[in-house]
């Protein structure tokens, strides 16, 4: 497609139950973030994709949230046991990477509720 | 490691008010820097960037100049709309290193 593509768009669930949140990025795109925003706030960094280089997980909450990234490509981000507190709508974003090419493009996220 | 500091709000002007949202940065060697909007209910969208030192970012009538002396990227509209209330992202990006961005500031317009 010709954006970030997450789903899906939308997920209710229960507290304890595990939820895995997709991300298709923009093609060609080597770089790959992860936020979360909660009602009214601001961006809060979870984790970054560059290539093939170990990822940037200095922003995960707690161990119940990982993410990884298949083939380059499509990323998934798992939030296990999860609490009301996870509630919020997550967010994907991916660039080139390269020099000059910083721009990250945003997908329309997935808001969770967790009841 | 790199940073960005932006005014905090909410920022509340009238209908064809000039509006300043004051941004600053940390960061080694030379980052590209930018500006997002967040529309009510939307997701993040890019509003403008500048690549070096002296370039302006322009788009849809807002503008934001990459000061390295003052290390700032303030975003300015001579005039605006009801429609331009958002949250406004100042953010930053290194070649091989995390955007960063700054907490957001909302902008309330009033007609």
């Known amino acids: 497609g010709a954006g970030v593509s997450q789903s899906p768009s939308n997920k209710v669930t229960e507290k304890g139950k595990d939820v895995e949140l997709r991300c298709d990025p923009i093609?060609?795109?080597?770089?790959l973030y992860w936020y979360r925003q909660s009602l009214g706030q601001g961006l809060e960094f979870l984790i970054y994709?560059?290539?093939?280089?170990?990822?940037?997980k200095s922003g995960l909450p707690s161990d119940r949230f990982s993410a990884e990234r298949t083939g380059g490509s499509v990323s998934t981000l798992t939030i296990q046991r999860t609490q009301q507190e996870d509630s919020a709508v997550y967010l994907c974003?991916?660039?080139?990477?390269?020099?000059?090419?910083?721009?990250?493009?945003f997908g329309q996220g997935t808001r969770l509720t967790v009841v | 490691g790199n940073s960005v500091t932006q005014m905090e709000g909410p920022v509340t002007l009238s209908e064809e008010a000039f509006l300043t949202i004051n941004c600053t940065y940390t960061a080694t060697g030379y980052p590209s820097l930018f500006w997002y909007v967040q529309y009510p209910g939307e997701g993040l969208q890019l509003l403008l960037k500048?690549?070096?030192?002296?370039d302006k970012g322009s788009n849809k009538g807002f503008e934001a100049t990459y000061r390295k002396e003052t290390t700032s990227f303030h975003l300015e509209k001579g005039s605006v709309q009801v429609s331009d209330s958002a949250v406004y992202f100042c953010a930053l990006g290194s070649p091989f290193q995390k955007l960063v961005f700054g907490t957001g500031t909302r902008l309330l317009v009033s007609p």
């Open positions: 500048a690549t070096k030192a002296d």
């Open positions: 994709f560059q290539g093939n280089s170990a990822p940037d």
């Open positions: 093609s060609g795109h080597t770089a």
């Open positions: 974003a991916s660039s080139l990477g390269r020099q000059g090419f910083t721009e990250a493009f």
